[in-house]
T-cell receptor, first 116, second 112 residues
Framework: DAGVIQSPRHEVTEMGQEVTLRCKPI?????LFWYRQTMMRGLELLIY????????DSGMPEDRFSAKMPNASFSTLKIQPSEPRDSAVYFC??????????????FGPGTRLTVL | KQEVTQIPAALSVPEGENLVLNCSFT??????LQWFRQDPGKGLTSLLL?????REQTSGRLNASLDKSSGRSTLYIAASQPGDSATYLC???????????FGSGTKLNVKP
C-alpha cells in the first residue's frame, strides 16, 4: 500500500483565496483525521470521520474551514477565504476501527500551506 | 479536557546512551497511549501503542511503559544512535473523549 496520500505537498496562496487540500486514506481504513501543526500550537485535531461521516469537528477553528468525505477513498479540507494565520502544515491520517482513536493512526506527509 | 505534557522539550545526548522521554496526562481514563516519531518536514510515524489494559510495549530498542494511575508514560531508548534524532510525540486517547490529544514533543539529538 502507498500509505496516506496528500496533495498538494506545498501550497502558497494569497489572503482571501480559497484553498483545497486533498487526502486519500489507506484502503480499508474506516477513520480519517485532519490535523494542523504550527510552532505555536503544536499538533491539533481539526476533524475526524468514521465511515465517511463527520464524528467530531470541534477542532475546526471557524466557519472558514470545512471538510468533506464523499467516499471512503477521498477527503478534502477547504479554507475559504484563507488568512495568513492559517499558514501551517496540515496532516491527514487514517486508521482502522469503529471509533476515533482506538487504533494506530497512519499519517500522510502533510501539506505545507503558506498564506501571504 | 485532556492535557498532555512532555518533558524535556529538547534533549541532546552522545551516541550509545540510554535515555528516557517522559509524557504526562491529566485524565487517567484513557483508551490507549501512542508514541510517534516525527522527522523534520515529514509526517508522524507510529512507534508503539499501549492499550489501557497494558503496562508496557517493546519494539527493538524501544520500550514504552504506561502508569494510568499516575498519568504517566515513558519511552525508553536503548543504545541511542544518530538515526534516532527526531521529535518524539506522545498522544493519548481519552475514554471520555474518544480522540487524540498530542503532547508538544521532545526534540532528540543524538551526537555521533
Amino acid at each position: 500500500d502507498a500509505g496516506v496520500i496528500q496533495s498538494p505537498r506545498h501550497e502558497v496562496t494569497e489572503m482571501g483565496q480559497e484553498v483545497t487540500l486533498r487526502c486519500k486514506p489507506i484502503s480499508g481504513h474506516n477513520s480519517l483525521f485532519w490535523y494542523r501543526q504550527t510552532m505555536m500550537r503544536g499538533l491539533e485535531l481539526l476533524i475526524y470521520f468514521n465511515n465517511n461521516v463527520p464524528i467530531d469537528d470541534s477542532g475546526m477553528p471557524e466557519d472558514r474551514f470545512s471538510a468533506k468525505m464523499p467516499n471512503a477513498s477521498f477527503s478534502t479540507l477547504k479554507i475559504q477565504p484563507s488568512e495568513p494565520r492559517d499558514s501551517a502544515v496540515y496532516f491527514c491520517a487514517s486508521s482502522y476501527g469503529a471509533s476515533g482513536g482506538t487504533d494506530t493512526q497512519y499519517f500522510g506527509p502533510g501539506t505545507r500551506l503558506t498564506v501571504l | 479536557k485532556q492535557e498532555v505534557t512532555q518533558i524535556p522539550a529538547a534533549l541532546s545526548v552522545p551516541e550509545g546512551e540510554n535515555l528516557v522521554l517522559n509524557c504526562s496526562f491529566t485524565d487517567s481514563a484513557i483508551y490507549n497511549l501512542q508514541w510517534f516519531r516525527q522527522d523534520p518536514g515529514k509526517g508522524l510515524t507510529s512507534l508503539l501503542l499501549i492499550q489501557s489494559s497494558q503496562r508496557e510495549q517493546t519494539s527493538g530498542r524501544l520500550n514504552a511503559s504506561l502508569d494510568k494511575s499516575s498519568g504517566r508514560s515513558t519511552l525508553y531508548i536503548a543504545a541511542s544512535q544518530p538515526g534516532d534524532s527526531a521529535t518524539y510525540l506522545c498522544a493519548v486517547v481519552s475514554y471520555n473523549f474518544n480522540k487524540f490529544y498530542f503532547g508538544s514533543g521532545t526534540k532528540l539529538n543524538v551526537k555521533p
